[in-house]
């Protein structure tokens, strides 16, 4: 699935969508979740985006990752089901239930306070904060939906 984050307004802003790794050779998203429910309404889980390729932790230099979004452009991720794990075990699935609806969040937070001393001016960047979340739409899972 992709999902866009779009500037409908008519000023231009930013979205901080996580940290970047050593001097931008990773990419974080932290901590969007997908609810999982059911087509009555009953929550099945909630799962945590962290693919594959993401490291355990974080040892050393984190910056604020900041996406720019002037008025009338957008932001796409592709996000597969694999990509969230959910449970103690960190399970991750392959598909979710057919009758399943899914949603996203994403908390939005500023720059950080107390930035790595070259960067200093990103804490200056315009910063959307509309809200404290960005969610999106509910979707529902197709049956031949992998």
């Known amino acids: ?46 799962n945590k985006y962290h693919p594959r390729h993401y490291p355990s932790g974080i040892a050393g230099r984190a910056d604020d990752w900041i996406v720019p979004l002037p008025a009338g452009t957008s932001y796409s991720l592709v996000l597969a089901a694999a990509d969230f794990v959910v449970g103690a075990n ?17 908390p939005i937070r500023g720059p950080t306070q107390a930035p790595n001393s070259d960067v200093t001016g990103l804490r200056l960047f315009r910063v959307w904060t509309g809200s404290t979340m960005l969610r999106s739409n509910e979707i529902a899972v197709s049956e031949r939906c992998q």
């Open 1 to 46: 699935m992709t999902v866009t984050i779009r500037n409908g307004g008519t000023a231009d802003t930013a979205v901080i969508f996580g940290v970047v790794l050593a001097n931008g050779s990773k990419y974080l998203v932290e901590d969007m979740t997908m609810q999982v429910t059911t087509g009555s309404g009953r929550l099945v889980e909630q």
């Open 90 to 106: 960190q399970e991750r699935r392959d598909s979710f239930p057919p009758d399943a609806l899914i949603s996203l969040r994403l």
